[in-house]
């Protein structure tokens, strides 16, 4: 149930556009006047270049001439009051060629748009990168850690077959998980090995500190924030009703493994960073408890790859 759940939500354009296509083609088989109707076909595929753009648009449109040309031959009469070929013909191809080019316009205009708006995000995701550049190059032991977080995280979300917005929401949440540590003591961050109580709750407080900072920017980033807010949270946290057991997005579930992979095999001031397979057995081991056994399963596919393309 959960997996046709997770599919509806991922295909839901493609759902309610099939949706209303289905609807339509039983209005028209089931009315008298098919001609009167055929009209209602604007709306699947109108519909269909509106948010999945020209090639949907055109096979829908494609798939409604076909059925108008099934009714037609199947009963000639519900076309036309006197039953003329040519006359019933002519009506299709003129109905047929408003069809396509009406659904093609529209998904050209859906696809400038999503131009644009693809431009204005790889120009965002760019500044991004600038900015977790920037904020770790002071300190060398944590030099590139965000970026190389958001290249893992960026990896496990394609081989977990998710969306493009989905990855790039991971994306962003991945290259600014650390922001908050802007509003913490650099001393403090540094000395991570010994911390007291207080300490350790100020430090594991950047989540929180990064949530609220980027919340002020709007909605630009209002998909990462939560990714941000909940990438240290357990896979399975200590509540024992499970019901109320806070829910942790998937993307916060990728970054904490990325994050925690990352962490494992960089040097910093108080350790040595371990080789990589130890880390990888390291995930492997807290998966089920610590981490999304799915999202392991998915980052070692990842790291196989890496380490066979060397």
Same mark, same amino acid.
């Given at each position: 149930?959960?997996?046709?759940?997770?599919?509806?939500?991922?295909?839901?354009?493609?759902?309610? /556009?099939?949706?209303v296509l289905i609807v339509v083609l039983l209005?028209?088989?089931?009315?008298? $006047? +098919?001609?009167?109707?055929?009209?209602?076909?604007?709306?699947?595929?109108?519909?269909?270049?509106?948010?999945?753009?020209?090639?949907?648009?055109?096979?829908?449109g494609i798939l409604c001439i076909f059925w108008?040309?099934?009714?037609?031959?199947?009963?000639?009469?519900?076309?036309?009051?006197?039953?003329?070929?040519?006359?019933?013909?002519?009506?299709?191809?003129?109905?047929?060629?408003?069809?396509?080019?009406?659904?093609?316009?529209?998904?050209?205009?859906?696809?400038?748009?999503?131009?644009?708006?693809?431009?204005?995000?790889?120009?965002?995701?760019?500044?991004? *990168?600038?900015?977790?550049?920037?904020?770790?190059?002071?300190?060398?032991? #944590?030099?590139?850690?965000?970026?190389?977080?958001?290249?893992?995280?960026?990896?496990?979300?394609?081989?977990?077959?998710?969306? +493009?917005?989905?990855? $790039?929401?991971?994306?962003?949440?991945?290259?600014?998980?650390?922001?908050?540590?802007?509003?913490?003591?650099?001393?403090?961050?540094? +000395?991570?090995?010994?911390?007291?109580?207080?300490?350790?709750? #100020? /430090?594991?407080?950047?989540?929180?500190?990064?949530?609220?900072?980027?919340?002020?920017?709007g909605a630009v980033l209002r998909d990462a924030?939560?990714?941000?807010?909940?990438?240290?949270?357990?896979?399975?946290?200590?509540?024992?009703?499970?019901?109320?057991?806070?829910?942790?997005?998937?993307?916060?579930?990728?970054?904490?493994?990325?994050?925690?992979?990352?962490?494992?095999?960089?040097?910093?001031?108080?350790? +040595?960073?371990?080789?990589?397979?130890?880390?990888?057995? $390291?995930? *492997?081991?807290?998966?089920?408890?610590?981490?999304?056994?799915?999202?392991?399963?998915?980052?070692?596919?990842?790291?196989?790859?890496?380490?066979?393309?060397?």
């Amino acid at each position: 149930m959960e997996k046709f759940k997770a599919f509806i939500i991922r295909h839901f354009e493609k759902v309610v /556009v099939l949706s209303v296509l289905i609807v339509v083609l039983l209005i028209n088989f089931l009315v008298t $006047e +098919k001609m009167a109707m055929l009209n209602i076909y604007f709306l699947p595929v109108l519909l269909a270049g509106y948010i999945l753009g020209r090639r949907m648009a055109l096979l829908t449109g494609i798939l409604c001439i076909f059925w108008a040309i099934f009714l037609a031959l199947l009963d000639p009469k519900s076309f036309a009051i006197q039953p003329r070929p040519l006359f019933i013909t002519l009506n299709i191809v003129i109905w047929s060629a408003f069809l396509i080019l009406g659904g093609i316009l529209v998904g050209t205009l859906f696809e400038l748009k999503e131009r644009h708006i693809q431009d204005l995000r790889s120009a965002y995701m760019g500044v991004l *990168e600038i900015l977790a550049k920037y904020l770790e190059s002071a300190d060398r032991y #944590t030099k590139g850690h965000s970026l190389r977080v958001a290249d893992t995280a960026t990896d496990i979300g394609m081989t977990m077959g998710l969306t +493009k917005a989905e990855v $790039e929401n991971i994306r962003a949440a991945a290259l600014l998980h650390d922001i908050g540590k802007v509003e913490i003591s650099s001393d403090l961050i540094r +000395k991570a090995a010994d911390l007291s109580q207080d300490e350790r709750e #100020t /430090v594991d407080s950047h989540v929180e500190k990064g949530g609220r900072l980027l919340s002020s920017v709007g909605a630009v980033l209002r998909d990462a924030v939560p990714i941000i807010v909940a990438h240290h949270r357990y896979f399975v946290e200590a509540v024992p009703d499970v019901e109320h057991r806070p829910e942790i997005p998937l993307g916060a579930r990728i970054v904490a493994v990325a994050d925690s992979f990352d962490a494992m095999i960089t040097d910093r001031p108080y350790r +040595k960073g371990v080789p990589p397979w130890k880390a990888a057995e $390291e995930l *492997e081991k807290a998966a089920g408890t610590q981490f999304d056994p799915e999202v392991v399963k998915a980052f070692k596919q990842v790291i196989t790859g890496k380490f066979a393309e060397m």
